[in-house]
Every structure is written in C-alpha cells, then in structure tokens.
C-alpha cells in the first residue's frame, strides 16, 4: 500500500510537471503567432484532429492519466486566446501555403505507397504539389524517366530553384548517372547557402563519379555540411569513403566512429575509434574527438553487455 501510494505521489508530480510544460508550450504558440500574425485557426485544427484520434483509439482523457492531455478545456482555452488576436480571421500567406504545399508533396511522394500518390495527385492535376508528389513516387518506384520528367515539369517553373534541382540532382545521382548531377547539385548548395542535408547529397555525387579529381571537393563540401549538422550519420559516412580513397585510414576510421556513435552502435564506435587514435598524432583535436568516442562507446558497451546479462 504504501509502495502504491508512493508511485502514485511520483506520477502525479510528474504528470503536474508535464502540464506545466504543456501551459507553457500554449504560451509560447501564442506569442509566436500573435509576433508573426498568423491566424492560430491552423493550431485549434490541428489539436482538434489529435484529440479526435484519441478518441478513436479511446485514449484516456483524464488529464491525470495522460502526459500531453488534449482535453477539450485546454482547446477552449487556448482558442479563446487565439481568437482574440487580430490574426485570428486574416487568411493565410498565399506564399506560405504554397510552401506548406510543397512540403506536404514531398513528404506524401516519399513515404506513401506509389499508388496512394497518384490517388492523390492524378496526372491531371499539373501543380507544383503534384509534380513534386510525383516525382518522387516514380522514382522510388524505379521509372527514372518519368520522375526525371516531373522534376523537368518542375524546373521549367523555376529553373533555378534550389530545390527542385536537387530532385532532379538525387534522381539522377540514384539512377546510375552521378556526373549529369553535379551541376544541379552544386548550384542547389550554393543558392542554399550550403544546406547541410544537400550539400551531404552532392558530397555523395562527387564521391559516386568515381573520379579522384573530384575527392578534394567532395571533401571541402561534407565537411562544411559537418560543420552545420554533425548528426548526420550519412555524411559521416561519406566522408568516411573519402578518407578511404585517399588512403587516410585513422581519419576514415574516426569518420566511422562518429557514424556509428550516432547510430548507437557502441562496439563498432569503440573499434572505429581505437583504430583511430593508433593512427593520430596523440593530443591533436582529431585523436582527442576519437578518445571521446572510445570513452563514451566504451561505457556503454559495457552497460549493453550488463543489461543481456542479466536478460539470460
């Protein structure tokens, strides 16, 4: 009983901690929106969709029992406070909707089955949504020539859009013609600023025309994409090939420790990261980062090995 009553104490202060966080996070959404002027009629929407699922799935409402209640008096409230914003009734960006379009597209060509986004977005429909939908559902289909003309239909919009040439960039890069990429890819990363996740992906293309003339370029841009974003396994891993091409064994070994550290992989990390601080020179920035994967990969591995231990 007072085992019970213990943990009930416990998980009430947490769920009163989560609440807390939850008020705080409807403060927050409404001074970003009132600062931007956007109308919050997208945030009751979207929370009123949630709350629906919940009760299709006959999730608890008890906002006692739940760490992210979405109850209907939170909804009231924050609507209330929203709808007295004078964005509440002012119509959405048309620009803005496009891009949310756009984004949409992307995401339903990439993760629905084939056949879902072409339900969706008919050939008849000829937006830019759509060719972008499209495009990537025949690519992964594997039909390069059709997706290849959905992201033509695209550039012939705007020829220059970063984006729409890394489509056109990765579907050639993926079909086998890396070369035919790079112009594409190298302009998208320049008109990006050098966005991490495309510069990671023309890093990749450079690597993939096997041509050694390109491995110092390919290099300058995967690390400038590190420098940005170096939770990126991926381009971890390519710089990891190109170390390896240019005969840099500690440097590719240390490039696989860092790969393998955000996969969660601790023994691999661990070997990586060993084999790495054997080959550099002792203190330097590189051998100190491979110590710290060896030191942080270790402990954990022997927690894993702990934890199947007592697993048997």
Same mark, same amino acid.
């Given at each position: ?5 213990? !943990?009930?104490?416990?998980?009430? #202060? ?10 705080? +996070?409807?403060?927050?959404? @409404?001074?970003?929106?009132?600062? +931007? *002027? ?22 608890? !409402? ?16 924050? !609507? /209330?406070?929203?709808? %007295? ?11 803005? /909707? %496009?891009?949310? $379009? &756009?984004? #949409? ?9 084939? @056949? ?29 020539? @059709? ?8 550039? +012939? ?12 960039? $990765? ?14 890819? &190298? ?7 050098? $966005? ?11 690597? =993939?025309?096997?041509?050694? %003339?390109?491995?110092?370029?390919? #290099? ?26 240019? *005969? ?8 696989? +420790? ?14 990586? =990261?060993?084999?790495?601080?054997? *080959?550099?020179?002792? *203190? ?6 491979? $110590? ?5 990969? #270790?402990? !954990? ?7 199947? &231990?007592?697993q048997q």
């Amino acid at each position: 009983g007072i085992l019970m009553a213990g !943990q009930q104490v416990a998980l009430g #202060k947490y769920l009163a901690f989560s609440r807390g966080q939850e008020a705080g +996070a409807d403060e927050s959404a @409404k001074r970003f929106m009132h600062t +931007a *002027g956007v109308s919050g009629r997208g945030i009751i929407s979207f929370f009123k969709k949630l709350q629906n699922l919940e009760f299709r799935y006959s999730v608890p !409402q008890d906002t006692y029992a739940t760490d992210h209640p979405l109850t209907g008096d939170r909804i009231a409230v924050l !609507q /209330e406070a929203l709808a %007295a914003d004078p964005a509440w009734n002012k119509p959405t960006d048309p620009l803005l /909707e %496009a891009r949310f $379009q &756009r984004v #949409k597209a992307k995401l339903n060509g990439y993760i629905l089955d084939a @056949k879902d986004t072409f339900n969706r977005y008919p050939e008849s429909d000829r937006s830019i949504a759509a060719h972008y939908a499209r495009a990537y559902a025949w690519h992964k289909s594997a039909y390069p020539d @059709k997706a290849l003309a959905e992201a033509d239909a695209l550039l +012939a919009t705007a020829p220059h859009d970063p984006y729409f040439e890394e489509l056109k960039g $990765q579907i050639l890069l993926e079909s086998g013609r890396p070369a035919e990429a790079l112009v594409l890819l &190298r302009d998208a990363v320049q008109r990006t600023d050098y $966005q991490p996740l495309i510069a990671a992906l023309f890093g990749h293309a450079l690597i =993939a025309t096997e041509n050694p %003339a390109n491995y110092e370029e390919a #290099k300058r841009i995967l690390h400038s994409a590190i420098a940005r974003d170096d939770q990126n396994p991926f381009a971890w891993y390519q710089l990891g090939v190109i170390y390896t091409q240019q *005969g840099d064994a500690p440097r590719a070994a240390l490039a696989s +420790a860092e790969r393998y550290n955000l996969e969660g992989k601790a023994r691999p990390a661990l070997a990586n =990261a060993e084999l790495a601080m054997r *080959g550099l020179a002792t *203190g330097t920035p590189d051998w100190l980062r491979a $110590q710290d994967i060896a030191l942080v990969s #270790k402990t !954990q591995a022997d927690d894993d090995k702990r934890h199947h &231990r007592r697993q048997q």
